[in-house]
């Protein structure tokens, strides 16, 4: 190989150190604690009303009871709620699901409506922005069919610090199934949201957020003329709240939803994640970059380029594979070794620190290798067609998980 080849791979794989060295530094300065608030009390005079909006499609009637229980388990006052599920025309199954179940909202008090749309369906932004012009609540929060809300005063939280300034506030959102696979994506949400996030966060300033569970002011989601039609229309919001000066909170609260049911759906979900994130990369440089500051633009550079660190994992162990047969350049060996010990000590404080005893964690590194190859795919010039992912479907109960936060 050229010196310059070598280059290119000591640099994707240094990609990898780099973001490793974030997430040291966020368990060393347990960062998590500082980033993640958690509201403690909520003034019930002069609340706000809510729109809460239901973007379903092509759901199971399981899934669909699931956010209607979780939401009607919302302390947040029930007159002040409206709730619309967005439902496609051609969509006749999930139709006749959301009309047999509706009563679990009703039965508590909820004012449910439901909208059809009668276009052709592009995406959930755009099923989302049907409501655009019929949004009457000072805070807009959005949930998929089968999430498992398990703070009862999500909403109630959310509401308060959209009150206190924030326009856009994520939680965590934790993937859980009984299966191996399963097991691996709650340790990937897990590390993601207690561990990396908070670092990036911490080094950039910009915090990124799920589509689960989020809340937007009306003010911002007028601003921007509705959530933007793109891949991953929830980490694009980083950089339209950086452009505008608008402010993100991440909520200490949880939602679970499953996580994909085999390996086709993980593929799907994260080609989808992914290309999301070129999208997100592309649109910064070409589109919003004038807008920005040069530090801004580097730091949001920084977060959107991350996938890049997983495609260093087999690259990595390519590397010292190879390194038995042929050539191979010195900074790209060590760089590769250094960042091989780092993924394989990585189970290590899933299983101490964050106290979760399952052996599928010694198994995370292939995972993470996996997840590279897909990056690779990514990547390449190929057209896909963007299809639902197979979730794994949860059952509805009562899932506690302890983090330390800030609080107010």
Same mark, same amino acid.
């Given at each position: 190989m050229t010196p310059g080849l070598w280059n290119i791979i000591t640099g994707v794989i240094a990609l990898s150190l780099i973001y490793s060295s974030i997430s040291i530094y966020s368990i060393l300065g347990k960062i998590g604690s500082r980033v993640w608030v958690n509201v403690n009390h909520v003034d019930d005079r002069k609340l706000p009303k809510v729109t809460v909006i239901l973007p379903f499609y092509r759901e199971t009637p399981?899934? &669909?009871?699931?956010?209607?229980?979780? %939401?009607?388990l919302q302390s947040y006052p029930k007159d002040l709620i409206d709730v619309y599920i967005i439902l496609e025309r051609d969509d006749i199954e999930t139709i006749n699901h959301v009309s047999s179940l509706r009563h679990i909202l009703e039965?508590?008090? *909820? /004012?449910?409506?439901?909208?059809?749309?009668?276009?052709?369906?592009?995406? /959930?932004a755009s099923a989302i922005n049907l409501m655009l012009n019929r949004i009457d609540g000072d805070v807009v929060v959005i949930y998929d069919a089968g999430d498992v809300v398990n703070d009862e005063h999500h909403i109630a939280k959310a509401v308060k610090l959209i009150g206190m300034g924030y326009d856009v506030v994520g939680c965590k959102v934790l993937r859980v199934g009984d299966n191996l696979l399963g097991k691996l994506s709650l340790i990937d949400t897990v590390l993601w949201y207690n561990v990396a996030l908070p670092g990036l966060v911490a080094i950039t300033g910009f915090p990124l957020v799920s589509g689960e569970g989020m809340a937007i002011?009306?003010?911002?989601?007028?601003?921007?003329n509705g959530l933007p039609d793109k891949l991953t229309e929830d980490s694009y919001l980083t950089i339209l709240a950086a452009r505008y000066g608008r402010k993100i909170a991440l909520l200490d609260s949880v939602i679970y939803e499953g996580a994909p049911r085999n390996i086709k759906g993980l593929i799907k979900q994260r080609l989808r994640w992914y290309r999301g994130y070129i999208e997100c990369l /592309?649109? %910064?440089?070409l589109?919003?970059?004038?807008? *920005?500051?040069?530090?801004?633009?580097? /730091? *949001?550079?920084?977060? $959107?380029?991350?996938? #890049?660190? #997983? *495609?260093?994992m087999p690259t990595a162990v390519t590397v010292l594979a190879l390194s038995h047969l042929v050539y191979v350049d010195t900074c790209a060996f $060590?760089?590769? #070794? &250094?960042?091989?010990?780092s993924m394989i000590l990585a189970p290590l404080y899933v299983l101490i620190e964050l106290d979760i005893r399952d052996v599928s964690a010694l198994v995370a590194p292939m995972y993470w290798i996996f997840q590279g190859l897909i990056v690779l795919i990514t990547l390449m010039p190929i057209r896909i067609r963007w299809l639902r992912t197979e979730r794994y479907a949860l059952k509805f109960k009562s899932i506690t998980w302890s983090t330390s936060s800030t609080h107010l």
């Open positions: 399981e899934d &669909i009871e699931m956010t209607f229980r979780s %939401l009607a039965d508590r008090g *909820l /004012k449910t409506y439901v909208v059809i749309n009668q276009n052709s369906r592009r995406s /959930k002011s009306r003010d911002f989601m007028t601003k921007i /592309k649109d %910064l440089t589109h919003h970059g004038r807008e *920005l500051s040069v530090s801004n633009v580097v /730091k *949001l550079v920084i977060i $959107y380029i991350q996938p #890049l660190a #997983l *495609l260093s $060590y760089a590769s #070794l &250094i960042a091989v010990i």
